[in-house]
């Protein structure tokens, strides 16, 4: 089940571990006077650290983690030892995840690389024991610092890369059907209107084990920038995909004035939605006789004003030559 394996919001608790105390302890020993202080240095609170991931895609995983906590650091003791650090807490995020203080939301950091780490609460610092302190004047000190307590952060993660790829449709355009073609995600699919209610995401194995990532986000319709429908509160992630793959069903009425009304909702969401790539997909294609798909041909040479592909989910006609296509157009995006 992948319906609602979309999270890319999360709040969480984060504490860090507090530094372990200095030990105070004087050492005595039978026969020796005055064996003097050798308490040991506390150990380091625990740090919570964030690193970046390249194979997670979403928040999913952190949806149920409200708290992060790190472990105290160890009490120094006798004989110098030092007390063990604390356990570091290590949170995975995908990169492209944006990290903030909830309470003022100010942006703290940015994971965008792969093994990238940053602490978002660092753990106190041991004290030291007293052996530290021993001076000539003071040869049995008793003093030895505290450790330092850690810290508490409320933070909130965002995630802002989504897919390379979305795609824009009407409601029961196909759109989750594709996407559960061309990659493992087992979106729900239903001949009904809105059956996506959330965005799924599904990552395309290609040749020679290169991947992308498609979003299936719910179904755009007209008035969805003035906040009609689901769709546009999905809009702000296609703001963030490279690529965008319409899909209209060959039996719309009229090819041509679909894909205007789509572009229009984009357009009067965020104009520059329209400086992405676009290709159109006219889907479920294996409705049309091979004497219907060369009138069609005809006719979109002529009007549509974008490259187009016939494709069918269902009977896995042109999904090849749709890949070949979105990952020609990503590599070239990554070449300017
Ligand atoms: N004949 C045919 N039917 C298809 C094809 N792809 C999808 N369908 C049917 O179209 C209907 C809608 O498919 P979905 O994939 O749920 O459409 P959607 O765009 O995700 O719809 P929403 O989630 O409601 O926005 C289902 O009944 C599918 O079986 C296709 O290639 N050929
Ligand atoms: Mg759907």
Do not use: C
């Amino acid at each position: 089940m992948t319906e609602g394996n979309f999270v890319d919001y999360v709040k969480i608790h984060v504490s860090s571990g507090n530094g372990g105390k200095g030990s105070s302890h004087l050492h005595r020993e039978k026969y020796v006077a005055k064996g003097g202080p050798d308490g040991g240095d506390g150990g380091r609170g625990g740090h919570v650290i964030l690193r970046g991931n390249k194979n997670l895609w979403t928040l999913f995983h952190l949806k149920f983690k409200r708290h992060v906590k790190a472990g105290h650091g160890e009490h120094g003791s006798k004989q110098r030892s030092t007390g063990g650090d604390g356990q570091d807490e290590i949170i995975e995020v995908p990169l492209g995840t944006v990290i903030r203080d909830t309470e003022t939301q100010n942006i703290l950091h940015e994971i965008t690389e792969d093994g990238q780490e940053i602490i978002v609460a660092e753990g106190g610092k041991g004290g030291l024991g007293n052996w530290h302190f021993k001076s000539s004047t003071n040869q049995t000190p008793r003093y030895a610092q505290p450790g330092i307590p850690g810290e508490e952060e409320d933070i909130t993660l965002e995630l802002k890369i989504l897919a390379d790829v979305g795609l824009v449709g009407f409601p029961n355009a196909g759109k989750s059907t594709l996407l559960s073609v061309i990659t493992a995600a087992k979106p729900k699919i239903a001949g009904y209107e809105f059956t996506t209610l959330k965005p799924n995401l599904g990552i395309v194995e290609y040749r020679d084990f290169k991947t992308f990532v498609v979003a299936d986000i719910p179904g755009i319709i007209e008035g969805a920038a003035e906040g009609k429908g689901i769709g546009h509160r999905f809009l702000r992630h296609i703001e963030r995909n490279s690529t965008l793959l319409f899909l209209i069903p060959a039996d719309a009425k009229d090819i041509k004035e679909q894909y205007e009304i789509l572009v229009d909702e984009l357009r009067r969401y965020n104009p520059e939605l329209l400086d992405k790539d676009r290709l159109v997909a006219i889907s479920k294609s294996d409705m049309l006789d091979a004497e219907l798909k060369a009138e069609m041909t005809t006719q979109l040479d002529r009007e549509l004003n974008a490259p187009y592909i016939f494709i069918s989910s269902v009977a896995q006609q042109g999904l090849t030559q749709l890949k070949d296509k979105l990952w020609e157009m990503l590599n070239k995006e990554e070449a300017v």
